[in-house]
């Protein structure tokens, strides 16, 4: 699907605010309603955008420990089913395919480290196929986004 520079304005705006009115958005990009109703209907359809989410705060939910594990398996075999998994636990916000010694790295919230280990322990290394996992622990988070440079300005600040 080609896109042009009305529908990354389109992108931009409800990616900083998926509640934000089609009227405003309408408003801002020089179109009708109808029509922005109809760009961003399209744009789901293609895939461009998967949906939209109320971003959570982790600790206010009572999930302050951010931890990053790196996994390694034993067979590329197991790949398919590892990540078929990881799809079932929640605590996994991200998972991603690596080049090096271990073939994920993965973003877990948990409450406190004895959670995390119970996690490790019983759920992560549970998992057919997962040979060592290395985890660190993230002291502070300085920066956290959901944003994509979008508006053909790759280093476009807010």
Do not use: W
Not at 109 to 130: E, M
């Amino acid at each position: 699907m080609a896109i042009d520079d009305i529908d990354l304005r389109i992108l931009d705006m409800l990616q900083r605010n998926g509640k934000l009115s089609q009227a405003k958005i309408a408003g801002a990009v020089g179109l009708t309603t109808p029509s922005v109703n109809e760009r961003i209907k399209k744009m789901e359809r293609h895939g461009m955008i998967k949906g939209f989410v109320a971003l959570l705060d982790h600790e206010k939910m009572g999930l302050p420990l951010t931890a990053y594990i790196d996994v390694a398996l034993e067979h590329p075999r197991f790949e398919k089913s590892f990540v078929d998994d990881l799809e079932r636990l929640l605590a996994v916000q991200e998972c991603h395919y690596l080049a090096g010694d271990f073939a994920y790295r993965l973003k877990v919230k948990a409450s406190n480290p004895g959670s995390l280990a119970d996690f490790i322990q019983h759920r992560l290394l549970a998992i057919r196929g997962v040979a060592r996992t290395r985890t660190c622990l993230s002291l502070a988070s300085k920066k956290e986004s959901t944003l994509l440079p979008l508006v053909n300005e790759p280093d476009k600040e807010k």
